[in-house]
């Protein structure tokens, strides 16, 4: 890396003094990060590759296999971009056209004529070459004539397509001309992900987040390949999403957030918007509505939902688990039934998150009342239920998914849980929470469950993290992002940027390619990407940054 940028910056040599010494500055720090790993591990581990065209270089997450080698292609003003004739496939190709003409300034026309040279997005359903592909894998094969780029799916396309983005210079994401040449390097790279579930959660209920943030979020996270974003839809401080047969959700619920605000709710067509823009990045949107606690918002919006009949004040601080719906109440089983039907009618993905986290003024007994009730419900409206781990001390419903956050993946519940067949999403407090401050200076944050520096958030393994359990009941991983302290896109990007990718990576990749010293020559890669779009992300010493 170093002697590439001196390369590029000859007549640069205080340029040059000043970078090396900052990179000889992050190189101690990351030395010392890294003496705390012990040493056998580091002996086995696969060698970082020298040639920085390598995709192992470049792309994250990494490929599960590259076969580095032959000419690079270079697209030219007269590049096509080969696409089959379905419409999704099509809108693969327009999305990278997207991508790559303003950069490049080249027409890059979308065509659905044969040719065996460009761009050229193939679909193959049967047959030996595609058949270790599953639904969401891709080929890609880079020479002089073509880059091609092979899956059963259009998703497999999609993902193809954000390998190619990263194989490009980081220029190509400009929005305006940029000098190339935009070469790719030669080789082929087969990929298939190691987990189904690879999500991110934005909480748009502590702060809301427009739709035009949540779709840059998804953008962003389309890059590496996560393809759930859960949404935090209701909590205490906000309900945020229309539902007709009880309006003052979210006109009165939704009025305020975290600090007094004028906070926000999505309509019906905001909510299909999103859904609609995540599909077109093959993300599948997961709505939670958090419950029997976090709803404060919808007892101060109906006094009926009280047990005392009579409707708290909203509420706009940060502490947690002072409201419960009324567990005998039948009404509430009214208002649950409404709410469930309304937004499973309005999501086309297979998860409907009900919460059930921190119900710390619901009894025991009371909360796994109300979760018999509950999951019925969801199941009657065609939905999965997931619910925060804390569901697995009730009776988790046959096919429940749990989803983790606890910081040391013992708990006696969870673990049986899992070994009796409900499936875990891993979002570890002190590894997976973007909230969390990376170090004790970071200038937004939490820190109940420690700094996590990027290392941190990195360097564990999903496969073999609930002690006991076994790595079958993984169905992914999920990095969340509650919103206390962050409230604007910048907030946003800071916290996930670098973390974000890294949980994207162990949700991606196989576990055998699990190395820090790898991944940060990866990550550092990225910067230049982050910079050329618009992300200003959290410059971590630990990472030798491009
Ligand atoms: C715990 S994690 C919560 C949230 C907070 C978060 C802050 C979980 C299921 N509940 O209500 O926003 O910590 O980090």
Known sequence: ?????????????????????????????????????????????????????????????????????GTPYTLTRRTAIRVPGTAQARGVG???????????????????????????????????????????????????????????????????????????????????????????????????P??????????????????????????????????????????????????????????????????????GFYSKDDYREIVRYAQSRYLTVVPEIDMPGHTNAALASYARLNCDGVAPPLYTGTNVGFSSLCVPKDVTYDFVDDVVRELAALTPGPYLHIGGDEAHSTSPQDYAAFMDRVQPVVAKYGKTVIGWHQLTGARPAEGAVAQYWGLKGDEREVVAAAKAGTKMILSPGNRAYLDMKYTKDTPLGLDWAGYVEVRQSYDWNPGAYL???????????????????????????????PRVAGIAELGWSPAATHDWDAYRVRLAAQGPRWDALGIDFYRSPQVLWE
């Open 194 to 263: 190691r987990f189904a579930y690879r999500g991110a959660m934005l909480d748009v209920s502590r702060h809301f987040f427009t739709v035009p943030q949540v779709k840059r979020y998804i953008d962003q996270l389309a890059l590496y390949k996560i393809n759930k974003l859960h949404l935090h839809l209701s909590d205490d401080q906000g309900w945020r999403i229309a539902i007709d047969s009880w309006p003052r959700l979210a006109t009165y619920g939704g009025s305020t957030q975290v600090g007094g605000g004028r906070g």
């Open 467 to 497: 002690k006991g359990a076994p790595a079958s009941a993984v169905l992914g991983v999920e990095a969340p992002l509650w919103s206390e302290t962050v409230s604007t896109s910048d907030h946003i990007e800071y916290l996930a940027f």
């Open 94 to 192: 327009d999305y990278l056209a997207g991508v790559l003409r303003p950069s490049t300034g080249y027409p890059l026309p979308v065509t659905a004529a044969a040719g065996e040279d460009g761009i050229r997005l193939r679909l193959a359903t049967t047959g030996r070459e595609v058949e270790d592909l599953g639904a969401e894998g891709y080929r890609l094969e880079a020479d002089a004539d073509a880059v091609t780029i092979t899956a059963r799916q259009p998703a497999g396309l999609f993902h193809g397509v954000q390998t190619l983005r990263q194989l490009l210079p980081a220029a190509v994401e400009r929005r305006t001309a940029q000098s190339g040449p935009w070469r790719v390097p030669g080789g082929t790279i087969t990929d298939v």
């Open 1 to 69: 890396m170093r002697r590439r940028s001196a390369r590029k910056h000859p007549s640069r040599p205080l340029l040059r003094r000043s970078r090396l010494i900052r990179l000889l500055g992050a190189l101690l720090l990351a030395a010392a990060a890294t003496g705390a790993g012990g040493g056998t591990a580091e002996a086995a581990a696969p060698a970082v590759p020298a040639d920085d065209t390598d995709p192992r270089a470049r792309v994250v997450p990494v490929p599960a296999t590259v076969t580095p080698g």
